[in-house]
């Protein structure tokens, strides 16, 4: 009997060996060109390095970056994309791998790094435009005012002898210049200001030029400018604010929801959001470029993952990080959301924003706009000068 179930394995053998060779002899002896045939190219990991130089409403954006991830890997099977956070001394660091995109902040990585984008960034107007970067998320500045000290904010800090808070220029933020668009406007005796808003609301404040004029209009005959108090200095704003010492300091959407944090917890000051000046300045931008490379269909899907980024899919979903749509897509901010009043203010003042590759932007600003409320020169015209610096 073992004799014979040996047999019967043998002669199995001898049949299944032959028609095993024949079937690998026609199977391709490399399987990548199959599973590039059906996903239509390239796959496998595109490495995204992220450098987000400054807090979004949400701490990061991270969690925007990895949704839109997730549904771009759904579209191209076979693609992953495997975002990684570095700082910015990584950019520039030598002896490192490059990644195959990068998202940054202004100034802070060279041009000669990306390759063309290849195609016209739908962005909204008065955003920079570069040929190799575009900007995918954005982020303003405006007041938060106490309205058990204050109903609005005053045609003139000096006049109206309030005290203010801002915080010191810090590497994330040029807290300065964006005070001093905040301070730019020119007004009258006879000028009526916005009425105060209800707390979630703003206080627009906006300037009577077209909204889609890119320049800061020059200081007119006949009118003042807001000054701060002669006795301001840049201080700890925060404490100074939510303890009453301060009628008024710039916020960023990340100041915002510590304040509405305060608030559900029944605490810190009655305040509100207004805007003013007639220019909005902001540096919380972050740009994205392709890094150049010799695989063609690589940098083909680089390309189409920076579109994605700026699809609609993904622009409206920035509410979700606190952060606003650099397109003509709603960030999602449902109604009565301070932060959609915010996005309300970047999209009807002329905004003052630094390029992409412009390395020197924050250097040349600074002193532009370090002590200004020391300067004898009209905040208007400071920041005109701003806004010609920044190629506005």
Excluded at 4 to 24: E, F, N
Excluded at 266 to 272: A, E, V
Aim: proline share 9%; hydrophobic share 45%; with cysteine.
């Amino acid at each position: 009997m073992r004799k014979l179930r040996t047999l019967l394995c043998l002669l199995i053998l001898a049949v299944t060996i032959p028609a095993a060779i024949r079937l690998k002899s026609a199977l391709p002896p490399d399987t990548q060109p199959m599973i590039e045939k059906k996903y239509g190219g390239w796959s496998g990991v595109l490495r995204l390095w992220v450098c987000e130089g400054w807090p979004v409403g949400a701490g990061s954006a991270a969690g925007w970056v990895n949704r839109c991830v997730a549904s771009f890997e759904k579209r191209h099977p076979g693609v992953y994309l495997q975002p990684e956070a570095v700082d910015v001394g990584a950019l520039s660091a030598e002896g490192l791998l490059p990644p195959d995109l990068v998202l940054f902040p202004p100034g802070a990585v060279e041009a000669a790094l990306f390759a063309p984008l290849a195609f016209d960034p739908p962005l909204r107007d008065g955003l920079p435009r570069d040929p190799r970067a575009a900007p995918v998320l954005l982020s303003g500045y405006m007041w938060a005012y106490n309205a058990g000290m204050i109903d609005r904010i005053p045609d003139s800090w000096r006049d109206a002898d309030l005290p203010v808070a801002a915080p010191d220029d810090d590497p994330a933020h040029l807290w300065s210049a964006a005070l001093l668009a905040l301070c730019s406007s020119k007004y009258s005796e006879a000028d009526g200001r916005a009425t105060a808003a209800p707390q979630g609301e703003i206080e627009l404040g906006l300037s009577r030029e077209q909204p889609e004029a890119t320049q800061t209009p020059a200081p007119s005959e006949g009118t003042r400018s807001c000054r701060l108090p002669d006795d301001f200095a840049p201080n700890d704003a925060w404490h100074a604010f939510i303890n009453g010492a301060a009628a008024a300091m710039p916020v960023t959407p990340r100041e915002v929801r510590r304040l509405e944090a305060l608030s559900d917890q029944g605490k810190g000051p009655d305040w509100r959001l207004a805007a003013s000046g007639d220019a909005a300045f902001t540096d919380q931008v972050l740009y994205i470029g392709a890094v150049d490379q010799q695989n063609a269909d690589k940098l083909a899907l680089c390309r189409a993952f920076i579109a994605h980024l700026l699809s609609d899919e993904c622009q409206s979903r920035l509410h979700r990080v606190g952060a606003f749509a650099v397109t003509g897509a709603d960030s999602g901010y449902p109604a009565g959301d301070s932060l959609r009043a915010m996005e309300q203010l970047l999209r009807q003042k002329p905004l003052i924003i630094p390029a992409p590759f412009d390395a020197d932007w924050r250097q040349d600003a600074s002193g532009i706009v370090r002590d200004f409320w020391r300067d004898d020169r009209e905040p208007a015209v400071l920041l005109n000068l701003l806004a010609r610096r920044t190629g506005r």
